[in-house]
């Protein structure tokens, strides 16, 4: 069965300063997707970056990178020049390439920007 | 991207009553999903459901007790029945647009707290 494990419950930085979400999993499969989601306090879901487990490079969408080790089963959350708006439940969560489309969330992160 | 709304947003119920939360998609869908998320914790699959065929149940989680409906291919109820104060959670429906992409959009969410 496959695991998705974030140690940080919660984290606070400053506006503009640069901050990491850690992420760790645990899997036999070979093939997968990584994902972070990010629940503002309004509760809609939405996705933030997905990672294919079979490409080396690493994913990232604007102000948003992740950092995937694979042989480490590893997948950190950059978030840079932070805004106010990036105050959010954060979760990582992990699918199977070829499977039942479950995806399997961990626990979360909660993040605060302060002013 | 799909527009999800779900009704009722929240709701207060005695013990022992049911009710049933609505999830209403802007576009066809084959793939549904409802997650159960306890306050302050993650999401929980509780069910897929997809058009034509009955709802699949997670380990925990039993039809009499969560009983499913899918009409059609934009739409789905979720009913909780003979409810306890353990039931107090958010309830989520999400749709896959894609299959096999993990790219969920959510609802809002449907907060009940049960007396």
């Known amino acids: 069965a496959q695991t998705v494990t974030q140690s940080q419950p919660e984290m606070s930085v400053q506006e503009a300063e640069t901050v990491t979400l850690s992420c760790t999993y645990d899997?036999?499969?070979?093939?997968?997707?990584l994902f972070w989601y990010k629940q503002p306090p309004s509760r809609q879901m939405i996705l933030v970056i997905r990672?294919?487990?079979?490409?080396?490079q690493n994913a990232t969408e604007n102000r948003f990178s992740v950092n995937f080790q694979k042989a480490a089963k590893s997948f950190s959350l950059k978030i840079s020049d932070s805004q106010l708006g990036d105050t959010a439940m954060y979760f990582c969560?992990?699918?199977?390439?070829?499977?039942?489309?479950?995806?399997?969330f961990g626990k979360g992160t909660r993040l605060h920007i302060l002013p | 991207s799909a527009v999800i709304s779900q009704k009722p947003s929240r709701d207060i119920c005695q013990r022992g009553t049911s009710l049933t939360i609505q999830c209403q998609v802007d576009?066809?869908?084959?793939?549904m999903f409802w997650y159960r998320q306890q306050p302050g914790q993650s999401l929980t699959l509780i069910a897929t459901?997809?058009?034509?065929?009955?709802?699949?149940?997670e380990s925990g989680f039993v039809i009499d007790k969560f009983p499913i409906s899918r009409p059609n291919l934009t739409f789905s109820t979720l009913t909780v029945s003979n409810m306890s104060p353990e039931d107090s959670s958010i309830y989520l429906c999400?749709?896959?647009?894609?299959?096999?992409?993990?790219?969920?959009?959510f609802g809002e969410g449907s907060r009940l707290t049960v007396l």
């Open positions: 999400s749709v896959e647009l894609q299959g096999n992409t993990g790219e969920l959009f």
């Open positions: 899997t036999s499969e070979n093939n997968y997707y």
């Open positions: 990672q294919e487990a079979y490409k080396q």
């Open positions: 969560a992990f699918m199977k390439h070829f499977g039942d489309d479950k995806i399997i």
């Open positions: 576009s066809q869908v084959t793939m």
């Open positions: 459901a997809n058009q034509g065929s009955e709802a699949t149940y």
